[in-house]
């Protein structure tokens, strides 16, 4: 088994920076990746672009409270969430946990007891997932997610639609990282054909792929086009 909290990101988003710092190095002695933000509004932007296991989030935040900040986050994401809060109020509990937070913590409550339940909670959310990422075939690259097994893509959590064609070329590029293909070969490859003449549908596809996944289609950090040679796709 791993060790706790290797490779595991936290990201807490608490506007008490004394209690955030100590927050942070008690997980970061257990060996945990810790990024913390200040504001509910920047928190909850760095949560749905960025790439962690574990959210610890507190309730009164400036910008956006913690339950809006939850409730959006789950729209998006699933990774355990972590509230805590200086109110008593059972009500608060329950809109917290109702919203989709997995634990409720009252404030003050010790470093160590912290960190126990993220690690509770980042086992059983390994325990749960786990099957189902091993049934489905996932390719993972830089907030692109391609699930080979139920053909379904996005990016930074977004899903995108896309053609069944265009998944495949999508697919079989992220699969070979760093190769060049020239347009015959990615129309053999893709399409099971000689190209004939046909080769602007790779073009075309390509072109429809870029407007999907890239941010900037003139400056694409996914697939590259090589002049003269064809594309591939960029690691």
Same mark, same amino acid.
């Given at each position: 088994?791993?060790?706790?909290?290797?490779?595991?990101?936290?990201?807490?988003?608490?506007?008490?920076?004394?209690?955030?710092?100590?927050?942070?190095?008690?997980?970061?002695?257990?060996?945990?990746?810790?990024?913390?933000?200040?504001?509910?509004?920047?928190?909850?932007?760095?949560?749905?672009?960025?790439?962690?296991?574990?959210?610890?989030?507190?309730?009164?935040?400036?910008?956006?409270?913690?339950?809006? @900040?939850? #409730?959006?986050?789950?729209?998006?994401?699933?990774?355990?969430? %972590?509230?805590? !809060? +200086? /109110?008593?109020?059972?009500?608060?509990?329950?809109?917290?946990?109702?919203?989709?937070?997995?634990?409720?913590?009252?404030?003050?409550?010790?470093?160590?007891?912290? @960190?126990? #339940?993220?690690?509770?909670?980042?086992?059983?959310?390994?325990? %749960?997932?786990? !099957? +189902? /990422?091993?049934?489905?075939?996932?390719?993972?690259?830089?907030?692109?997610?391609?699930?080979?097994?139920?053909?379904?893509?996005?990016?930074?959590?977004?899903?995108?639609?896309?053609?069944?064609?265009?998944?495949?070329?999508?697919?079989?590029?992220?699969?070979?990282?760093?190769?060049?293909?020239?347009?015959?070969?990615?129309?053999?490859?893709?399409?099971?054909?000689?190209?004939?003449?046909?080769?602007?549908?790779?073009?075309?596809?390509?072109?429809?792929?870029?407007?999907?996944?890239?941010?900037?289609?003139?400056?694409?950090?996914?697939?590259?086009?090589?002049?003269?040679?064809?594309?591939?796709?960029?690691?």
């Amino acid at each position: 088994m791993a060790e706790a909290g290797k490779n595991n990101k936290i990201l807490i988003i608490e506007d008490e920076e004394a209690i955030a710092d100590l927050e942070k190095d008690y997980l970061e002695l257990s060996g945990f990746e810790v990024h913390i933000e200040n504001r509910g509004d920047t928190g909850l932007q760095e949560a749905l672009n960025g790439d962690y296991n574990l959210i610890i989030l507190d309730l009164m935040l400036p910008g956006t409270d913690g339950f809006e @900040v939850c #409730r959006k986050i789950r729209e998006k994401k699933d990774m355990p969430i %972590l509230m805590v !809060s +200086a /109110k008593k109020d059972d009500i608060d509990k329950i809109r917290g946990l109702g919203l989709g937070a997995d634990d409720y913590m009252t404030k003050p409550f010790s470093p160590s007891e912290l @960190v126990a #339940r993220v690690k509770a909670h980042l086992s059983r959310y390994e325990r %749960l997932v786990g !099957s +189902a /990422k091993e049934a489905n075939e996932i390719i993972e690259i830089r907030g692109l997610k391609i699930d080979k097994t139920a053909r379904r893509v996005w990016v930074n959590g977004e899903e995108k639609n896309l053609t069944t064609k265009e998944f495949d070329l999508l697919t079989f590029l992220a699969e070979h990282p760093n190769h060049v293909y020239s347009k015959d070969e990615l129309f053999r490859q893709v399409w099971n054909m000689d190209s004939v003449g046909d080769i602007a549908t790779v073009t075309v596809h390509i072109k429809k792929i870029r407007e999907k996944i890239e941010f900037d289609t003139s400056k694409p950090q996914y697939i590259e086009t090589i002049w003269g040679v064809g594309y591939r796709f960029k690691m």
